[in-house]
């Protein structure tokens, strides 16, 4: 009689949506400090002068807080994330706008990224015997097309992470046996990490597209979690000076990837996910370049990866366009360019794959900022084509195991009904 009870629940686990998801799309606009305002928000529409855009998912205004922000945009991406569903929420909008204060938050007002390590520690935490979650994060920065590792060097880091620096004078500390060793000098602390195997971007059947080849980092708790989090942000920011804020140009993508083990009996189903949360370079840097007389300090300043995402979601809406006209074949023969630039590449599962995912474009409402605020709602509203097709990431191996069970328990069923 458990049989039952017993396959209801393995089927809730094994549960796929049936259905294309929409990529959530909101919008939030940061207090302004001064001057004349060009930008308003009402309901879920968002004018620039005259020019109304919406409606959008979500709207937040200047006087949201970060908790209504998570629960608007974050929230049900982390949830699905905990279900066995990969997930993304990415922050889009021109430098200063707020994106890193909508990511990372501040102290004290605790971002999208502590609120999520958060959630998820509070599932995890509060697991019965069946269930196990291993949380394990990633963070790297793309800049200028190259992946470099945040989170190299770390303390607690795990798989391929170069060796710790050598031991500081240790040899003479032991031999000398004193009470207090003399303070050894402290070698002169690299001000730029020791040069590193570039991580690459890697795709296999079963753990799906991934960085390979960075600094994977077991966190038992959500406080290691958010420790990492804020060790690696600290290295993107040093590594950028005033005159070459590099935060503006690079994409920061922190991962939590999430193994989901349950088991019943003789029975294990594994979940793997992954979760990432990104801070976009400032969408200022997408802009075309426009043959000035400083025409090469301009290219200097176009993103590559943002440009790619750009051409990325043009073909998704062309894409989603055929199909709505009925011409499934000519849909599926548009070519979507992921594999132009890494930053599309990495987060494909996220625009049309096979995740959740959530964006929030950032908006500043000066008058000032008019023109950056335009093209981030016009991008904003072409977000809304962009469609993915949730799967849930189990295991092969233990779904063939599952159905024999199942075939073995309808097997003697029909046994006994005779
Ligand atoms: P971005 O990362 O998009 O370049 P920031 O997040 O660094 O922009 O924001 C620029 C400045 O504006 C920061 O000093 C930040 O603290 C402030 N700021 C941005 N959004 C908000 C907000 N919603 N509430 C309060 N301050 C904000
Ligand atoms: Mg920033």
Redesign the pocket.
Do not use: F, M, N, V
């Given at each position: 009689e458990s049989d039952v009870s017993e396959q209801s629940e393995w089927d809730a686990l094994l549960a796929q949506p049936a259905e294309e998801t929409a990529v959530r799309v909101a919008i939030?606009s940061?207090?302004q400090i001064d001057g004349e305002s060009a930008t308003s928000i009402r309901g879920n529409h968002v004018s620039v002068g005259d020019t109304n855009f919406g409606p959008f998912d979500a709207t937040l205004d200047?006087h949201?807080t970060q908790k209504a922000t998570y629960d608007g945009v974050a929230r049900n991406v982390v949830e699905q994330a905990l279900r066995g569903f990969h997930g993304c929420v990415m922050a889009y909008?021109?430098?200063?706008?707020?994106?890193?204060?909508?990511m990372a938050g501040?102290r004290g007002d605790a971002g999208i990224v502590s609120r999520a390590i958060a959630q998820v520690f509070a599932v995890s935490g509060a697991e019965s015997d069946e269930t196990h979650t291993r949380v394990e994060c990633t963070y790297v920065e793309i800049y200028r097309e190259q992946v470099r590792d945040l989170l190299v060097g770390d303390a607690g880091a795990s798989e391929n992470a170069l060796p710790p620096p050598p031991q500081q004078q240790r040899g003479r500390a032991l031999q000398a046996g004193n009470r207090t060793p003399p303070r050894a000098k402290t070698p002169p602390r690299a001000k730029t990490p020791p040069p590193q195997k570039q991580p690459r971007i890697r795709e296999d059947e079963r753990r799906g597209v991934f960085v390979d080849g960075c600094t994977r980092t077991r966190c038992r708790s959500a406080e290691e979690c958010i420790d990492a989090f804020r060790m690696g942000s600290r290295r993107r920011a040093v590594r950028g000076t005033a005159k070459n804020d590099r935060?503006?140009r690079s994409h920061a993508v922190f991962t939590l990837e999430l193994t989901r083990t349950t088991t019943r009996g003789a029975a294990t189903v594994t979940q793997a996910s992954r979760l990432h949360l990104v801070?976009l370079a400032?969408s200022e840097r997408v802009k075309e370049s426009k043959t000035t007389g400083d025409g090469v300090k301009e290219a200097g300043n176009i993103n590559q990866s943002l440009m790619v995402l750009g051409n990325v979601v043009t073909a998704l809406e062309d894409k989603a366009s055929k199909r709505r006209k009925g011409d499934i074949n000519g849909a599926a023969r548009v070519h979507v360019p992921y594999r132009d630039a890494k930053l599309t590449r990495l987060l494909q599962d996220a625009l049309g794959g096979n995740a959740y995912a959530a964006i929030l474009c950032?908006v500043s409402r000066a008058a000032a900022d008019a023109s950056h605020t335009t093209s981030t709602l016009r991008f904003a509203s072409r977000l809304k084509s962009v469609t993915t097709a949730p799967r849930k990431n189990l295991d092969p191996k233990d779904m063939e195991i599952l159905r024999l069970r199942r075939e073995n328990a309808k097997l003697r069923a029909a046994l006994v009904d005779d």
């Open positions: 939030r940061r207090p200047d949201s909008g021109a430098t200063g706008s707020g994106k890193t204060h909508a501040e935060s503006s801070d400032g950032c």
